[in-house]
């Protein structure tokens, strides 16, 4: 019934129409305002201007300037051929363009502007080719950006910016530029971001755990400083208490620095800080085999150890050794001064004898004035009542053995060795001179061990070439 009313008004209207001018024309004209039938112009509406070649203007006050141009609402505005003007205050002023809504006016060709400014004075515009979309501000809350060639595709901006990427954010100056991804079911569904391929994706699972995965591909934070905030496990789940970094595998670096290091053992070196004897050290280690103030063995492999304190009582251990060391340099030192070695030589020049001759301590806690030449004595005249001389030493090819005294040297043992213990002859002797030869042995220091009578002597040889 509604239809038949309808098209029973039109029928009459246009009847009407052609019955007060009397002669045929071209388009619709109603109600006032401009249009031309030469130029196939149509006018709807109050004071709307339809100027242009097959152009509309509806509404109140609207008007449509250019060639096949459109202006429909309160004031809308089509100026230039192909310009679409729909709402109120719309304005489309260059070609091809379309400008939706109130207060916004598309103002570059082939641009389209869709929403509200705030004032016919401060319009939303459309100042670039592409779409402008926005809501009751001069600036666009997404603009889509027309594409390069036919066979591409534009981009996509969010905020007033030009899309520098294929979306492309930027806040306002008093807002944050995020991205929220919700899922509506939490319980089963996940969040996430591909990139590239189904290998690179950043997710957050329904059970709440964030993954940024790069299958067979590595991944890499660049940065001047990079700050994490939370426990890191590489290879491994954190959850050991006081320690933001757990690795299951190897680490390399160039540099460590420890800070906050609460024992660093320079209390060794302390006046009052008693250092264990040599004896009681040797007891302590025979008995648990590892040092004290240090972890054994089966400790670290089931516990591992805290590096910042190995490190310190490693140090303790090297001051203690120090302390050791000069002990033992008083000792050497003191027995230097009890001790004195005479050498003699021949006409030749060459060292044909060595003495050692010693202070005996008590005699050296006596008065300084007393005549300390008195308390020397030979110390090589205590071997099976016989005195031993040995040269040249050092030598370059050999050496002779001279044994002077009333017992018979036969049966004298003579083992010349190396240091470390390994034979080079062993002979007995059957006079009181015997000589050895050295030529072709390499340069270094000789053990000659001799035997007699239940005693055993040892001196060094010193080859030199």
Same mark, same amino acid.
């Not at 964030?210 to 591909?217: A, W, Y």
């Given at each position: 019934?509604?239809?038949?009313?309808?098209? $029973?008004?039109?029928?009459?209207?246009?009847?009407?129409?052609? !019955?007060?001018?009397? +002669?045929?024309?071209?388009?619709?004209?109603?109600?006032?305002?401009?249009?031309?039938?030469?130029?196939?112009?149509?006018?709807?509406?109050?004071?709307?201007?339809? +100027?242009?070649?097959?152009?509309?203007?509806?509404?109140?006050?609207?008007?449509?300037?250019?060639?096949?141009?459109?202006?429909?609402?309160?004031?809308?505005?089509?100026?230039?051929?192909?310009?679409?003007?729909?709402?109120?205050?719309?304005?489309?002023?260059?070609?091809? +363009?379309?400008? $939706?809504?109130?207060?916004?006016?598309?103002?570059?060709?082939?641009?389209?502007?869709?929403?509200?400014?705030?004032?016919?004075?401060?319009?939303?515009?459309?100042?670039?080719?592409?779409?402008?979309?926005?809501?009751?501000?001069?600036?666009?809350?997404?603009?889509?950006?027309? @594409?390069?060639?036919?066979?591409?595709?534009?981009?996509?901006?969010?905020?007033?910016?030009?899309?520098?990427?294929?979306?492309?954010?930027?806040?306002?100056?008093?807002?944050?530029?995020?991205?929220?991804?919700?899922?509506?079911?939490?319980?089963?569904?996940?969040?996430?971001?591909?990139?590239?391929?189904?290998?690179?994706?950043?997710?957050?699972?329904?059970?709440?755990?964030?993954?940024?995965?790069?299958?067979?591909?590595?991944?890499?934070?660049?940065?001047?400083?990079?700050?994490?905030?939370?426990?890191?496990?590489?290879?491994?789940?954190?959850?050991?208490?006081?320690? @933001? $970094?757990?690795?299951?595998?190897?680490?390399?670096?160039?540099?460590?620095?420890?800070?906050?290091?609460?024992?660093?053992?320079?209390?060794?070196?302390?006046?009052?800080?008693?250092?264990?004897?040599?004896?009681?050290?040797?007891?302590?280690?025979?008995?648990?085999?590892?040092?004290?103030?240090?972890?054994?063995?089966?400790?670290?492999?089931?516990?591992?150890?805290?590096?910042?304190?190995?490190?310190?009582?490693?140090?303790?251990?090297?001051?203690?050794?120090?302390?050791?060391?000069?002990?033992?340099?008083?000792?050497?030192?003191?027995?230097?001064?009890? !001790?004195?070695?005479?050498?003699?030589?021949?006409?030749?020049?060459?060292?044909?004898?060595?003495?050692?001759?010693?202070?005996?301590?008590?005699?050296?806690?006596?008065?300084?004035?007393?005549?300390?030449?008195?308390?020397?004595?030979?110390?090589?005249?205590?071997?099976?009542?016989?005195?031993?001389?040995?040269?040249?030493?050092?030598?370059?090819?050999?050496?002779?053995?001279? $044994?002077?005294?009333?017992?018979?040297?036969?049966?004298?043992?003579?083992?010349?060795?190396?240091?470390?213990?390994?034979?080079?002859?062993?002979?007995?002797?059957?006079?009181?001179?015997?000589?050895?030869?050295?030529?072709?042995?390499?340069?270094?220091?000789?053990?000659?061990?001799?035997?007699? @009578?239940?005693?055993?002597?040892?001196?060094?040889?010193?080859?030199?070439?």
């Amino acid at each position: 019934m509604t239809k038949k009313i309808s098209i $029973l008004l039109f029928m009459f209207l246009s009847f009407s129409i052609q !019955v007060r001018s009397q +002669t045929p024309r071209y388009g619709i004209h109603y109600s006032g305002g401009y249009s031309n039938d030469t130029i196939v112009s149509s006018n709807i509406g109050t004071s709307c201007n339809a +100027t242009g070649l097959n152009s509309f203007a509806g509404g109140w006050q609207s008007l449509a300037q250019g060639a096949g141009s459109f202006a429909f609402g309160n004031m809308a505005q089509a100026t230039q051929a192909g310009s679409f003007a729909l709402g109120g205050a719309a304005l489309a002023n260059a070609s091809t +363009t379309m400008s $939706l809504g109130f207060y916004v006016t598309a103002s570059q060709n082939s641009s389209i502007v869709i929403g509200s400014g705030s004032s016919s004075s401060s319009p939303l515009t459309a100042t670039v080719a592409g779409i402008t979309m926005g809501m009751g501000s001069t600036h666009p809350t997404l603009f889509l950006s027309r @594409a390069s060639t036919a066979n591409k595709t534009g981009r996509i901006a969010i905020g007033d910016v030009s899309p520098q990427a294929k979306l492309h954010i930027r806040s306002d100056a008093d807002e944050d530029a995020g991205i929220i991804l919700v899922p509506a079911d939490t319980a089963n569904s996940d969040a996430f971001i591909k990139l590239w391929d189904e290998n690179h994706y950043i997710e957050v699972n329904s059970k709440g755990t964030m993954d940024i995965r790069s299958h067979q591909s590595p991944i890499r934070l660049v940065g001047s400083t990079l700050t994490l905030d939370g426990k890191v496990g590489v290879n491994t789940t954190n959850d050991i208490d006081g320690y @933001a $970094l757990a690795v299951d595998g190897g680490v390399i670096t160039t540099k460590v620095y420890i800070q906050d290091v609460e024992d660093w053992r320079d209390e060794v070196f302390g006046d009052d800080y008693q250092l264990m004897s040599l004896g009681e050290l040797e007891s302590y280690v025979s008995s648990n085999k590892h040092l004290p103030g240090i972890p054994s063995e089966s400790e670290v492999k089931a516990e591992g150890y805290d590096v910042a304190a190995m490190h310190a009582a490693l140090l303790g251990k090297i001051e203690e050794l120090m302390l050791y060391v000069i002990r033992q340099q008083k000792e050497i030192d003191s027995l230097r001064e009890m !001790v004195t070695v005479h050498f003699g030589y021949d006409a030749c020049g060459n060292r044909i004898s060595r003495m050692i001759m010693f202070q005996e301590p008590n005699r050296m806690e006596s008065s300084a004035n007393e005549d300390k030449n008195a308390w020397l004595e030979v110390l090589e005249s205590g071997f099976a009542g016989m005195s031993v001389a040995l040269f040249p030493n050092p030598t370059d090819r050999g050496f002779v053995l001279s $044994l002077t005294g009333e017992e018979d040297p036969q049966g004298c043992i003579a083992i010349l060795s190396t240091l470390d213990g390994k034979v080079m002859e062993n002979r007995t002797l059957v006079g009181f001179t015997e000589e050895f030869d050295l030529s072709g042995k390499p340069a270094g220091v000789y053990l000659l061990r001799l035997t007699m @009578a239940n005693q055993t002597k040892v001196w060094k040889i010193v080859k030199c070439n």
